[in-house]
């Protein structure tokens, strides 16, 4: 099914979205919001182009502006509708115009299509990239379609998503019904009959494809996720056969890469999946449109600077970020081994990793050096200006792999609500070498540039990208 338009709800809207329904007398409710763009100009998979929305900026309708409202209309002035366009065209966003049906499900009337067309005249008129129109039904279902600013005709969402601790997902009318996946069965028994067509319509992302990567990529293809994109500059070394997943001896002498050998396996293994990869660094603006086509990803690196990075794009693309880390170090007189695994997961609303202590901007930094210039990078770290990563960290399969597990169990019970109706935990640590899990309160930082900015969550494309220099 082809995907060139979708719209994403960030759950501080998505919150607001749902209040607009319980209204005592059954009225039609309405609202504005301002919706940031992401142009994916390759995709991955399809290599078409992609227009992806992003909920930036939620605007209640000034009471004083309101003329009627029943069971099936809603009137309104147009003041707070021509300050909407005009900060819409002054900030390049999209503007949004939402409304509820609290009768029925979702759907667009035949009143819709002529308020809306005249709506998408003046917002066209005003110099906008068109209207986008999303209605609620009564039963919580969201319909949403975008008048192009060429005047044409409105195009359908072929998704509308809701993302945050929870991911929910509706899909526009007219998508072709596929056939059920047969090697699929069990699972759906658990979480019933639409979760297999959900992981289908995913696409999602692992970045880094070494010890919590490989087995992460091999995780989602077995739970039928419908396109993988893997991200890996490395190629495959002898010291890595311990814990990469699908690896092969023969690999390391070929001096295969990580995506190279995971995509094999997975292909291998034929079970619907279609893998994209890029063997380079998650930085790349080649790897830029990869990312944002993504639904989901995966955040499975060692390295400083694309952690920081995917930190960014969780609050900018409202592309929920699952992140991975593992610390090992054995042990000496006086203290027991120390093995921890975390996984944060990264969302608008929630603490990011920089609040969480897990970046080191002074690392990232010296990463960004050595990446653009290896000679003075190599000239400092002789004479001691940089930290360098060291000596290669211990790494055991058994504890990457599990943490793997814990990460893709994030991403289910985003999906699912298994463990809780509040969906992926912030932030996990398992301590194996004392047998606990802990659940710990990160604070988020007022200040934060990141996760304490909210202009900045879904903004979407920004020169330079993400807001960052260099
Ligand atoms: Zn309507
Ligand atoms: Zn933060």
């Known amino acids: 099914m082809a995907a060139q338009l979708d719209l994403t709800l960030l759950e501080p809207h998505a919150g607001r979205l749902q209040r607009l329904l319980p209204d005592g007398n059954g009225a039609e409710r309405a609202a ?26 939620w605007r209640d309708i000034d009471p004083g502006e309101m003329v009627s409202s029943s069971g099936n209309h809603v009137t309104w002035g147009t003041g707070g509708y021509m300050r909407l366009l005009s900060d819409a065209v002054a900030g390049g966003f999209v503007p949004a115009l939402v409304h509820t049906h609290p009768g029925s499900t979702a759907f667009f009337s035949a009143q819709d299509d002529r308020n809306e067309a005249e709506l998408a005249r003046t917002a066209r008129v005003k110099g906008t990239a068109g209207l986008v129109s999303l209605v609620l039904g009564g039963d919580g279902s969201v319909r949403a379609r975008l008048w192009p600013a060429d005047g044409g005709v409105p195009a359908d969402m072929s998704w509308v998503q809701a993302v945050g601790g929870r991911f929910r997902r509706w899909p526009g009318a007219g998508q072709d019904p596929r056939d059920p996946d047969d090697h699929l069965e069990r699972q759906g028994r658990l979480f019933g009959p639409g979760f297999n067509d959900m992981v289908r319509s995913l696409r999602v992302g692992v970045v880094g494809a070494g010890g919590t990567g490989s087995p992460t990529a091999m995780l989602l293809a077995r739970l039928g996720i419908g396109r993988l994109l893997l991200v890996d500059k490395d190629v495959v070394d002898t010291t890595n056969l311990n814990r990469l997943h699908g690896s092969r001896r023969a690999d390391a002498v070929a001096g295969l890469s990580k995506v190279q050998v995971l995509a094999r396996e997975i292909l291998g293994a034929e079970l619907g999946v279609e893998v994209a990869t890029h063997q380079g660094w998650v930085g ?12 989901f990803v995966f955040g499975c690196t060692d390295d400083h600077s694309g952690r920081q990075l995917l930190n960014r794009l969780a609050y900018f693309y409202g592309i929920p970020v699952i992140d991975v880390g593992l610390r090992m170090a054995p042990a000496r007189v006086g203290h027991a081994h120390d093995i921890v695994g975390r996984v944060t997961t990264l969302s608008p609303g929630r603490p990011c990793l920089i609040c969480g202590g897990v970046v080191n901007p002074r690392r990232a930094a010296e990463e960004a050096l050595e990446r653009a210039d290896p000679e003075e990078f190599q000239r400092r770290k002789a004479e001691a200006y940089v930290i360098g990563s060291g000596d290669p960290a211990p790494a055991v399969v058994t504890f990457t792999t599990e943490m793997a597990s814990v990460a893709v169990n994030e991403m289910l019970a985003a999906l699912t609500g298994f463990h809780g109706e509040a969906g992926m935990v912030p932030t996990r640590t398992r301590r194996f070498h004392v047998r606990d899990d802990r659940f710990l309160a990160v604070r988020q930082t007022d200040a934060c540039p990141v996760c304490g900015t909210p202009s900045v969550w879904g903004r979407g494309d920004t020169d330079p990208f993400l807001d960052m220099i260099g």
């Not at 790349?284 to 639904?295: E, G, H, Q």
């Open 284 to 295: 790349d603006a080649l790897a830029r449109d990869m990312l944002k086509a993504c639904d």
């Open 32 to 57: 504005y919001m301002l919706l940031g763009q992401a142009a994916v100009t390759t995709d991955p998979w399809s290599g078409g182009r992609r227009l992806r929305l992003v909920s930036h900026a």
